[in-house]
């Protein structure tokens, strides 16, 4: 598996368990099991945003639609508590 596949496959794994992925303990995993440099985590997942691939906001990793279902989810609290 190469390492792109490796990111996006862990990331659909975690957001179909409903968890929340934190940027840097996601590159320090990916840096423990490729025996890779920071740096090339950052590329990837920079080419990955770039893509339209997944998001990254407050250094939290998403995948677009589970970020969008998020957002839905953060307005209708927000618009229920005004009422």
């Not at 025996?35 to 997942?45: A, D, P, Q």
């Not at 770039?50 to 639609?65: F, H, M, Q, S, T």
């Not at 957002?71 to 508590?81: G, N, P, R, T, V």
């Amino acid at each position: 598996m190469n390492k792109i596949n490796w990111i996006l496959s862990t990331l659909k794994f975690a957001m179909d368990s409903n968890k929340i992925i934190d940027e840097e303990k996601f590159i320090a995993e990916f840096c423990l099991f490729h025996f890779s440099k920071r740096s090339t985590c950052v590329e990837l997942l920079e080419i990955l945003e770039k893509a339209g691939k997944i998001k990254i906001v407050d250094g939290k990793i998403w995948l677009p639609k589970d970020y969008e279902a998020e957002l839905i989810l953060q307005k209708a609290e927000e618009a229920e508590k005004t009422n």
